[in-house]
């Protein structure tokens, strides 16, 4: 399943060379990826498993379908109804010769009319039921969108709309994007492995492959990111044989928040403004509104996305959210976090790459011009904030020590010398530690989205947050399985509430 934003010029030539390159990298594996090209302008949403139940797992109103004669299991054909709305058309490859007469009875039966010679578009005679479509409208041509907040989150839906051709602004109150927890100097992007496969594990792994696409093509590698992989050293290992024995994860690599906030903020169609400190949201007619606390008008537009942590309960509020929405905005909750920053001139090779523990250890980042190449320790995890710098200092050493008793010798003498930076933020975290993606409002006509609550994971899930709201938007194919984008809901707590 492919999809291409409006007016996106491709080179045939180039774009083969990009598919070839993209799919030869490709996992094998049954499961959804996704892949952009042309720049992110294209995206390919390749499935693989048996038909039936990965259409199962796919929410989407199809604009065209190209169909295989051989495609005759009526059960999958049910499935690949459900992703088509009424006037999808349908095509048989012609290199395949025509459909049959069973072929031909059953597409009928399911609603299709032939057009032409293997062509069909699908018509039914009675009402599609709610359950074959998205539970509301799509939009079907790029509009105006203000996406507030210009961090991790926000960056990322906006590179996804302006993709797209939307017109999009950004607001935030800090004079520079990625003001907040975003502008940690540098962190891991690394999916969460474990022995069963678990929804968390596949759910990261997606997030990680995109995020590390978005970094291919738009960051300087070794400047901005590196593909370094990463050992992951459990202080708490499992039983079993391969107890305490580090894991390599090659799909980890270190990146930083700040170069690819202004990398997907530089996309044509995205503006800027800082220093936009939005008190609240109101409608006007089939617009919203985002006002100062003067009541000043920052921006109007007919779609909003809030993507500002914290802060995101307070602004939605007094924009009527589903109650479901509502419960889970009033369990959102900070947590923080300190990294502690040293200098890696000097110091033993080891190890080569960052390492997983209670925290993550990155041996070795360019942090220019004023710091060089460091080393960085941490982040906690913590309810409360800490002031006490040293404190905090002594925190990340110790959490180093337990699963890297070397290079934690190696930098105590920076420690005790006071020669270790710290930086440190809040997170905004939820009630499941997963985020909240999609709508705010349980009306069919919802124009008020979300995207925060990242956690600790924002820099592995956000891109991948981003395309499953811009899905839901516009009706395209989820990047992942239904049943993993259920886990990110932002309407998640409605089926526990029903």
């Not at 180039?14 to 490709?26: F, G, N, P, R, V």
């Not at 921006?299 to 500002?308: D, E, I, K, L």
């Not at 002594?394 to 420690?415: I, K, M, S, T, W």
């Not at 930086?423 to 905004?428: A, G, L, S």
């Amino acid at each position: 399943m492919t999809d291409e934003a409006p007016q996106s010029a491709v080179n045939v030539d180039a774009e083969d060379q990009q598919w070839a390159a993209a799919l030869s990298t490709l996992d094998t594996g049954t499961g959804f990826h996704r892949l952009l090209l042309d720049g992110g302008r294209i995206s390919l949403t390749l499935c693989r498993g048996d038909t039936r139940s990965t259409l199962s797992q796919q929410k989407l109103q199809a604009d065209c379908v190209y169909l295989g004669a051989d495609f005759e299991d009526a059960a999958a054909l049910g499935a690949l109804v459900k992703c088509c709305k009424r006037g999808t058309r349908l095509q048989y490859a012609s290199a395949l010769g025509a459909p049959d007469s069973n072929a031909t009875l059953a597409l009928s039966a399911q609603g299709f009319r032939a057009t032409a010679a293997l062509q069909w578009v699908f018509d039914p005679a009675w009402p599609i039921q709610r359950s074959r479509q998205w539970p509301r409208p799509v939009w079907s041509r790029p509009q105006h969108c203000t996406v507030i907040g210009a961090g991790i989150s926000g960056a990322s839906v906006a590179r996804a709309l302006a993709l797209r051709g939307w017109q999009v602004r950004v607001l935030d109150g800090q004079g520079q994007p990625a003001g907040g927890a975003s502008g940690l100097p540098a962190g891991l992007v690394s999916p969460l492995p474990s022995e069963d496969n678990g929804p968390l594990s596949q759910l990261t792994r997606s997030g990680c492959a995109l995020m590390r696409q978005h970094a291919n093509a738009l960051l300087v590698r070794g400047q901005d990111w590196d593909a370094s992989g990463a050992w992951r050293n459990r202080t708490d290992p499992p039983a079993g044989p391969a107890a305490g024995a580090p894991q390599w994860i090659p799909e980890a690599f270190w990146l930083k928040p700040e170069a690819m906030v202004r990398a997907w903020l530089n996309t044509a169609g995205i503006a800027f403004t800082g220093h936009a400190r939005i008190h609240h949201i109101a409608r006007d007619e089939q617009e919203w509104v985002c006002l100062d606390e003067d009541g000043r008008e920052q921006a109007r537009s007919s779609v909003v996305v809030v993507a500002s942590a914290l802060d995101s309960a307070r602004l939605l509020a007094t924009a009527d959210p589903a109650p479901c929405v509502r419960e889970a905005l009033a369990r959102l909750h900070p947590r923080y976090g300190g990294v502690s920053i040293g200098n890696a001139a000097g110091l033993p090779p080891f190890p080569t790459q960052p390492v997983q523990g209670h925290g993550n250890f990155l041996p070795s980042v360019p942090l220019a011009p004023k710091l060089g190449q460091s080393w960085l320790a941490g982040a906690s995890f913590e309810a409360q904030l800490n002031a006490d710098t040293q404190a905090q200092h002594r925190a990340n050493h110790e959490r180093v020590a337990r699963y890297l008793p070397e290079v934690a010798a190696a930098v105590a003498p920076q420690f005790d010398a006071a020669q270790v930076q710290l930086w440190q933020n809040q997170r905004c975290v939820s009630h499941d530690r997963l985020p909240l993606v999609g709508a705010v409002q349980a009306t069919p006509d919802a124009s008020l989205w979300i995207s925060a609550a990242m956690g600790a994971r924002g820099l592995t899930l956000a891109a991948l947050c981003a395309e499953l709201l811009v899905a839901q938007i516009h009706g395209e194919p989820l990047p992942v399985p239904a049943r993993l984008a259920k886990l990110v809901d932002a309407q998640r707590l409605q089926r526990k509430m029903a």
